[in-house]
């Protein structure tokens, strides 16, 4: 009968939740939301301005967003609820219940994002492709990703997919990109030239971006019905993926065809062997 009693002593001893204890801790939570918020602001905003620098700015946000979501909710548990010890682990089984019921997903998600900010297989603003969906990493969230395909289209993805399915970086947090730009000829064309041309045509474009580390490289491959002509060369910034594609192709072809350079026939081009820009 003792044990009872200093059990029900115990259990009576446990803090309780009132009203205001409520609303300080619904305060917190949206505190912690709105600072999140105006800090994620700023930051962007900071970050557009500072050119090459932008991408190392931005993966601050998630850090930062984890940590003020952490503290707030170790200050809530620790300072508001006064929880011991012995009803953390109490709350932990709970939680684990909770999980096994139906939460295992969004505990897969906040895992998943943690992560993200601390192995860094990607980082905001780089290009990436998971699955059949690729762009450019708007903001990495306690639940989930989001990019912008090159179609404009706002994406999430769950934070989870990274124990599931591999995960691409196109620039792996730096600001320039390598571009593959690809030429397809008839047969009996002459490559010198048109190595020459493209070539002449990267060096030459406003995209671009050269070093020792950053070289341009032309290749040819043949094929049964025509030549494949690809340069890989980086542009200053992802942002101009498409542009210095566009740029590079455009220009080359009009010099291919003032030499007499042609494409090859209808219908001789594969589908299946057109390179995928998300492919590096």
């Not at 003020?68 to 012995?86: D, N, P, R």
């Not at 603003?125 to 989930?144: F, L, P, S, T």
């Not at 196109?170 to 990109?177: L, T, V």
Request: glycine share 8%; net charge positive; hydrophobic share 40%.
């Amino acid at each position: 009968m003792t044990m009872v009693g200093e059990e029900s002593g115990s259990l009576s001893g446990m803090p309780s939740i009132d009203t205001g204890t409520l609303l300080s801790v619904i305060s917190l939570l949206i505190i912690a939301y709105v600072v999140t918020r105006v800090i994620s602001f700023l930051l962007t905003a900071f970050s557009e301005k500072v050119g090459k620098y932008r991408i190392k700015i931005k993966m601050l946000l998630p850090i930062l967003k984890f940590s003020i979501y952490g503290y707030t909710v170790y200050y809530i548990m620790a300072k508001l609820l006064e929880v011991s010890a012995q009803e953390l682990i109490l709350f932990g089984g709970l939680l684990g219940a909770a999980i096994g019921f139906g939460l295992k997903d969004l505990f897969a998600d906040l895992i998943g994002g943690i992560i993200i900010v601390f192995e860094k297989p990607y980082q905001i603003g780089d290009k990436i492709r998971v699955g059949d969906q690729y762009g450019e990493v708007n903001d990495i969230g306690i639940r989930a990703t989001t990019i912008t395909t090159p179609d404009d289209n706002y994406v999430s993805i769950p934070n989870y997919v990274i124990f599931t399915q591999s995960v691409s970086s196109a620039n792996i947090g730096n600001s320039e990109m390598m571009v593959v730009t690809d030429i397809f000829l008839e047969h009996g064309s002459d490559m010198k030239i048109a190595r020459k041309l493209l070539k002449e045509a990267v060096v030459t474009s406003r995209f671009v971006y050269m070093s020792e580390k950053h070289p341009i490289t032309i290749l040819t491959k043949d094929f049964p019905f025509y030549i494949r002509l690809r340069a890989k060369a980086y542009t200053r910034d992802l942002r101009y993926e498409f542009n210095f594609e566009s740029d590079v192709s455009s220009r080359a072809w009009k010099e291919l065809k003032k030499k007499g350079i042609k494409p090859p026939g209808a219908n001789l081009i594969d589908s299946s062997s057109m390179p995928d820009q998300r492919d590096r």
